[in-house]
């Protein structure tokens, strides 16, 4: 006859190492940098292109490029996903520079050139820092911040603590604990998560327009995932739908081309509701309406 309370011990103790080892093993299936060359050049094709370096209060340096416009609109900073380096994403600024606006992009600590001991709290930290110092340069009220998948939440942070001109998140997740829970759902997710990245939370506090994209075939993070983030302001949300998309090829629609130019170019005017069809209820059965 088995020792039950033996098993049991030895289920637990293999329980509790999973636990340990995920808690301080995570940012291996987080984050997939790329590292770079300090040397390394950056170049696109018919783009004008600077590169910069900041150096934090802890020593880190934030590596970045600003691809820059004459007489730009306003900027974008693009806060990409996790994987890579600027090296690649950079081929997707001129999706903006087409429409005359700056794009500001810059790698997180420990990919591309970017130095520093990366933590929940100095990405966030590190994104002000930036974020500070574009405000030294343009109004607040010319900079979008555009967030593409985990770079969804970080844009979402900045939003709800500043003041951009619009928020878009394109492929965005309601919270990184909710996407490992759907790998690991026997894991005490939510106590062993060093980067969380609550974008659900931080979008109640943002107050400037907020554009969600997403593709329907999207088989990482699911497009229910932005209807429901598009609920938790929906009067200052609209959500558009990249038929077909999938995780990584919105760029090869021309649909998401035509969404991204409308919302950038876009300008927010109020409606008159008064003389609309607000608020009129539809008869019910058996009833009667008088014209």
Same mark, same amino acid.
């Given at each position: 006859m088995p020792n039950w309370g033996y098993i049991a011990?030895?289920?637990?103790?293999?329980?509790?190492?999973?636990?340990?080892?995920?808690?301080? %093993?995570?940012?291996?299936?987080?984050?997939?940098?790329e590292k770079l060359d300090k040397e390394f050049q950056f170049h696109y094709n018919n783009q004008i292109v600077e590169e910069y370096n900041l150096e934090t209060r802890d020593g880190a340096i934030i590596n970045g490029l600003h691809f820059k416009?004459?007489?730009?609109?306003?900027?974008?900073?693009? %806060?990409k996903g996790n994987s890579k380096s600027i090296k690649g994403w950079g081929?997707?600024?001129?999706?903006?520079?087409?429409?005359?606006?700056?794009?500001?992009? %810059?790698?997180?600590?420990?990919?591309?050139?970017?130095?520093g001991r990366r933590s929940f709290k100095a990405l966030k930290r590190d994104l002000q820092f930036v974020y500070n110092k574009l405000k030294e340069q343009v109004d607040e009220k010319y900079i979008i911040l555009?967030?593409?998948?985990m770079g969804s939440g970080f844009a979402a942070k900045l939003a709800s603590i500043n003041?951009?001109?619009m928020l878009i998140l394109d492929a965005p997740y309601y919270s990184l604990s909710k996407v490992a829970a759907k790998y690991i759902p026997f894991m005490p997710v939510s106590l062993i998560m060093r980067y969380p990245i609550p974008t659900y939370k931080w979008l109640k506090y943002v107050n400037c327009p907020i554009h969600?994209?997403?593709?329907?075939?999207?088989?990482?993070?699911?497009?229910k995932s932005s209807i429901k983030l598009s609920k938790i302001k929906p009067k200052l949300t609209r959500l558009y739908t990249?038929?077909?998309?999938?995780?990584?090829?919105?760029?090869?629609?021309?649909?998401?081309?035509?969404?991204l130019g409308e919302i950038i170019?876009?300008?927010?005017?109020?409606?008159?509701?008064s003389n609309t069809s607000i608020g009129v209820q539809h008869a019910k059965k058996g009833v009667n309406v008088q014209a």
């Open positions: 011990i030895i289920i637990l103790a293999c329980y509790i190492v999973a636990s340990i080892a995920l808690y301080y %093993l995570q940012e291996y299936f987080i984050f997939k940098p416009v004459e007489n730009p609109k306003g900027v974008v900073l693009y %806060l081929k997707f600024a001129v999706d903006f520079t087409r429409h005359r606006y700056d794009v500001c992009m %810059l790698d997180y600590r420990g990919f591309g050139k970017s130095t555009y967030g593409r998948s003041n951009p001109k969600i994209i997403h593709g329907t075939h999207d088989r990482l993070i699911p497009f990249v038929i077909g998309g999938g995780h990584k090829n919105l760029n090869n629609f021309e649909s998401y081309h035509k969404m170019n876009s300008k927010m005017r109020k409606i008159n509701l």
